[in-house]
């Protein structure tokens, strides 16, 4: 059976001076290693830490898991130079020429999941990590949105990575920042939820939607902030809902052509 391990917490804090984007980094431990998500270059220390704390290397994993292209989940796959690398191939296509308004997938992007790299392997629906770990397309925040579905002791367990960033949007059904498609978003979000027993969001506590439709964590929340003091002036914590936010100029965006060389 596969063991989930929760190697960086996914974060829901953010900031009125930018994007914090610390998403969830799991090792899944079956017949390999199997990581998803890599995370930003700004938690780079902090995941090598937690691989040290478990005996591991970069060089221990065997896959890694892309869930999707986006700077906050994926700038640390350089990392992983003996890994293969699995995203969906439409996530890869869209990478390569960004829309303008996509200021989570920079152009540079492109570059880095090069299809001359043969560390990437394009995955789709149904295609399967492991026996246990099966892949799910659920297009909406982006084109190439993937989630995994995996078999575990208690159930099945849903890795989400941004189709459900806050548990909380198990509940309202919207996905907070959309790149590609609203309606696309909410159905992934929906599919989700109806098949998990335990979701493990892209920037939030693993949790379950009990009987009752109430969220129950399944973890403590712990985060520690470092050089501020609560009476600096100028300092404040605002607890406010997670706002819906659409890329303007969606509706125009498109793929480029399939390679056929």
């Known amino acids: 059976m596969v063991q989930i391990d929760v190697l960086l917490e996914g974060q829901r804090f953010k900031s009125r001076q930018g994007v914090v984007g610390y998403c969830s980094v799991l090792l899944f431990e079956g017949r390999e290693r199997t990581l998803f998500d890599v995370g930003h270059v700004g938690r780079r220390v902090v995941l090598l830490e937690a691989l040290e704390k478990r005996g591991l290397s970069p060089a221990d994993i065997d896959t890694v898991v892309l869930s999707h292209a986006h700077w906050d989940h994926a700038q640390n796959l350089d990392l992983f130079d003996q890994s293969r690398i699995l995203m969906h191939g439409d996530e890869r296509r869209y990478a390569a020429a960004p829309h303008r308004n996509d200021w989570a ?34 297009p909406g925040h982006s084109v190439g949105s993937i989630a995994l579905a995996i078999d575990t002791e208690v159930g099945v367990s849903v890795v989400a990575g941004d189709v459900l960033h806050y548990a ?31 979701v493990y969001p892209g920037h939030d506590r693993p949790f379950r939607v009990t009987s009752a439709g109430e969220i129950e964590y399944l973890r403590p929340y712990e985060l520690t902030i470092l050089n501020v003091e609560q009476d600096d002036p100028g300092f404040a914590i605002e607890r406010t809902g997670p706002a819906d936010w659409i890329m303007p100029g969606i509706e125009d965006q498109g793929l480029p052509p399939l390679r056929t060389d």
Do not use: C
């Open 105 to 138: 997938t920079p152009a540079w992007t492109g570059a880095m999941l090069s299809n001359e790299d043969p560390r990437i392997v394009e995955v789709d629906e149904g295609y399967e990590v492991e026996p246990g770990i099966r892949v799910l397309h659920t």
């Open 168 to 198: 909380t949007a198990a509940l309202t059904g919207r996905n907070p920042i959309v790149f590609w498609n609203d309606e696309q978003a909410s159905a992934s979000i929906k599919r989700l939820v109806e098949l998990g027993d335990v």
